[in-house]
């Protein structure tokens, strides 16, 4: 799950973390008055910078941060800001806060590591962008520091990535409240990562988070309630809300080709299979492994409401689950679909093959005889399409 950078502000604040003062504002007139309340009785001086809150990165590259040098043009910021569409997420809040004289930009972060089962800081001197661009083209810059949760965050830590990211002296008290905080709140929350980019070090050397990310393990969830209360369920992506609803595992990716299987291993072999030959999967999709014809019909609407999936492979094992009852929800759905044309590959084996095979005779379906021959015919389709 995701928040907002003010919620994790609010959070990492509490855990010591120097962040700049602000307020968040739903509307332009609200918003001016945030910043004179932040003027008169906080004592910010202009600029301000006005920022989206939406749960997608990038927001600066796409207009979505700007300084404003008075009230009014906070006011008109925040108009311009409100409402715009950022990939696909409507802003409904913006934050107003103290505006930063940037010497430098570092980034922070704090990672689950798979591979050293245990968190993992990295920091870099090349912050504000894309930490994932910094890893793919200059891996060398940045630091990678694994902590054992069982010894703690050690002060040689803390110390060699002030080195690294080139801390002034005047910063490092900031700096070290601000590894620690972010650490602590890691640690306590189930985050699956923490994040601070950029890590600004002012014109007068002080170290502060200009910006914050945290999403947290949602399994984890039930131990932090006030975390789960913080849910944007209307900045969610629309289908996979309403895959939590139907109580399918539905996770929304990139691709074009649309993924119904039974069970989750066989959704990742299905996902690794179709990228192997060329594909780009459009979603991981597990309709489970007893499902019933009304299930198969619901994954199927609602993968085809994604308007990229141009092709839809059906992987489905008949083990627990039955090939005719699959067969028969597919049916069912593209009955309440009278004007569907998205070509459906469908290989089914096991328990009742030979029964849903004829079922879906003289239908426009695909059938495959095995799931790399569907992948590929999937791919191919796709591509085509
Ligand atoms: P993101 O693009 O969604 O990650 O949003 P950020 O909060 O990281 O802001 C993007 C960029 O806006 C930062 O890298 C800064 O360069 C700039 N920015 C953010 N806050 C301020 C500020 O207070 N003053 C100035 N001058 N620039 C800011
Ligand atoms: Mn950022």
């Not at 609602?302 to 083990?319: A, E, H, M, Q, S």
């Not at 070509?343 to 084996?349: E, W």
Request: some cysteine; hydrophobic content about 45%.
């Amino acid at each position: 799950m995701k928040i907002h950078e003010h919620q994790a502000k609010e959070i990492l604040r509490s855990y010591g973390v120097r962040t700049p003062k602000g307020g968040v504002a739903a509307t332009p007139a609200r918003a001016e008055s945030v910043a004179r309340k932040l003027h008169d009785k906080e004592g910010l001086g202009f600029p301000m910078v006005v920022k989206a809150q939406v749960l997608v990165g990038g927001r600066g590259k796409a207009g979505g941060v700007k300084l404003a040098h008075s009230a009014e043009e906070v006011r008109a910021r925040a108009k311009d800001i409100l409402k715009m569409d950022i990939k696909g997420e409507i802003v409904k809040k913006v934050l107003i806060e103290q505006g930063l004289d940037i010497a430098r930009e570092i980034y922070l972060g704090v990672i689950i590591d798979r591979a050293r089962k245990m968190p993992v800081f990295m920091a870099s001197a090349a912050g504000g962008v894309d930490i994932e661009q910094v890893a793919a083209e200059t891996p060398e810059k940045i630091l990678f520091s694994p902590v054992d949760p069982l010894i703690g965050l050690a002060d040689f830590q803390v110390r060699e990535m002030a080195f690294f990211t080139g801390i002034p002296k005047s910063g490092m008290k900031d700096f070290s409240g601000i590894v620690r905080g972010l650490y602590q709140a890691f640690l306590d929350l189930d985050c699956s990562l923490a994040e601070i980019n950029p890590l600004v070090v002012t014109g007068a050397g002080e170290v502060i988070a200009a910006d914050a990310k945290m999403n947290f393990d949602d399994n984890a969830l039930y131990r932090h309630p006030q975390v789960a209360e913080l849910r944007d369920e209307a900045e969610e992506a629309p289908l996979e809300r309403e895959a939590r609803r139907l109580k399918l595992n539905y996770v929304k990716l990139e691709g074009k080709i649309g993924c119904i299987v039974n069970g989750a291993g066989l959704a990742m072999g299905t996902m690794d299979i179709v990228k192997h030959f060329g594909g780009e999967p459009a979603n991981f999709l597990d309709i489970g492994g007893g499902a019933k014809s009304e299930q198969v019909a619901e994954a199927l609407r609602l993968i085809v409401r994604d308007p990229k999936v141009n092709t839809i492979f059906f992987n489905i094992f008949g083990g627990i689950v039955r090939c005719d009852l699959v067969a028969q929800g597919i049916l069912d759905a593209l009955k309440t679909m009278p004007d569907w044309n998205t070509p459906i590959v469908i290989r089914l084996s096991g328990t009742n093959e030979e029964i849903a095979r004829d079922m879906l005779k003289g239908t426009a379906l695909i059938p495959v005889g095995s799931m790399s021959e569907g992948a590929k015919k999937a791919v191919e389709l796709s591509a085509r399409a």
